[in-house]
Nanobody
Framework: QVQLVESGGGLVQPGGSLKLSCAAS????????MDWYRQAPGKERELVAT????????NYADSVKGRFTISRDNAENTVYLQMNSLKPEDTAVYYC???????????????WGQGTQVTVSS
């Protein structure tokens, strides 16, 4: 029923850019704050960016602030993550999801999409 489909990842050189997309379905997307997360090998999943339901407020992890931009298009049920000035330490699988406190209400409890791999390497 619920589905989050991440796309747009790939292999890029340090300093390069990528734009990730997350297509959502099966819940009322426009009602929810949405987040981007990432998980690097051997590391815990970490919150990268947050955007409120109407897209009027955003927050970022310190490690990506000034380089990444989260946005959304509620008409398309899609959240985006524009990543610029990429560094090797950005290498991870990137996922989207609702915030933990709202996942159950949205039907996303214990749900994660496949994620999209971002590899930053020369």
């Amino acid at each position: 029923q619920v589905q989050l489909v991440e796309s747009g990842g790939g292999l890029v050189q340090p300093g390069g850019s990528l734009k990730l997309s997350c297509a959502a379905s099966g819940f009322t997307f426009s009602r929810y704050t949405m987040d981007w997360y990432r998980q690097a090998p051997g590391k815990e999943r970490e919150l990268v960016a947050t955007i409120t339901s109407v897209g009027d407020n955003t927050n970022y992890a310190d490690s990506v602030k000034g380089r990444f931009t989260i946005s959304r298009d509620n008409a398309e049920n899609t959240v985006y993550l524009q990543m610029n000035s990429l560094k090797p330490e950005d290498t991870a699988v990137y996922y989207c999801n609702a915030p933990p406190s709202f996942r159950r209400k949205a039907g996303l409890y214990n749900y994660w999409g496949q994620g999209t791999q971002v590899t930053v390497s020369s």
